[in-house]
């Protein structure tokens, strides 16, 4: 099973400021099939990004994601106040079982 | 548009058992993959399992294999989650979410989830 390590675990920062959000798999993902969701309290996650790189319909130009092999980013170049939320990095290239990471709070500093 | 509906959620003694189900709208339910994920109060998402659109394949997380039973109805447009032996482990909220394509890959659309308590 790939293990995804998110870090920061919190990330305090103010509205306009650049977040920037990794996620660390225990082995390479294959394709970079990897996929970003935020998640605000109550809700269901939504999907940001996936393979990697590509934004999913609807989402934002200033969310953008990175990344290959076993290193991944997500960055949020300027963050507005509906952007507050746990962000999971989540990799379907293994063939045998989804994983998720243990999320990032993005809060208001 | 797409919508996902959970149901069969509540509170239950440990060791019995729950069905969950998932009402689908707004798609062609026959031609997409489709998850159950969970999250446990104040902690991160966990998938749980996955089947393919024709019900042909089936995955499941090491945490619930050989207790949790996934299946579909195309002729419904549902998707289940049989729950047995249930521990006090498995409280958490469960989606439903689909697939972006037949088997899997990454999660498009989400219910809004439903709440399992486990607990005597």
């Known amino acids: 099973e790939i293990v995804l390590t998110q870090s920061p675990g919190t990330l305090s920062l103010s509205p306009g400021e650049r977040a920037t959000l990794s996620c660390r798999a225990s082995?390479?993902?294959?394709?970079?099939?990897l996929a970003w969701y935020q998640q605000k309290p109550g809700q269901a996650p939504r999907l940001l990004i996936y393979?990697?790189?590509s934004r999913a319909t609807g989402i934002p130009d200033r969310f953008s994601g990175r990344g290959s092999g076993t290193d991944f980013t997500l960055t949020i170049s300027r963050l507005e106040p509906e952007d507050f939320a746990v962000y999971y990095c989540?990799?379907?290239?293994?063939?045998?079982?989804?994983?998720f990471g243990g999320g990032t709070k993005v809060e208001i500093k | 548009q797409v919508q996902l509906v959970e149901s069969g959620g509540g509170v239950v003694q440990p060791g019995r058992s729950l069905r969950l189900s998932c009402a689908a709208s707004?798609?062609?339910?026959?031609?997409?993959?489709m998850h159950w994920v969970r999250q446990a109060p104040g902690k991160g998402l966990e998938w749980v399992a996955v089947?393919?659109?024709?019900?042909?394949?089936?995955y499941y997380s090491d945490s619930v294999r050989g207790r949790f039973t996934i299946s579909r109805d195309n002729s419904k447009n549902t998707l289940y989650v049989q729950m047995n032996s249930l521990r006090a482990e498995d409280t958490a909220v469960y989606y439903c979410?689909?697939?972006?394509?037949?088997?899997?890959?990454?999660?498009?659309?989400w219910g809004q989830g439903i709440l399992v308590t486990v607990s005597s």
């Open positions: 082995q390479s993902v294959i394709h970079n099939y």
């Open positions: 979410a689909r697939d972006h394509t037949s088997s899997w890959s990454r999660l498009d659309y």
């Open positions: 393979d990697a790189s």
């Open positions: 989540q990799q379907y290239g293994s063939s045998r079982a989804l994983t």
């Open positions: 089947i393919w659109y024709d019900g042909s394949d089936k």
């Open positions: 707004g798609f062609t339910f026959s031609r997409y993959g």
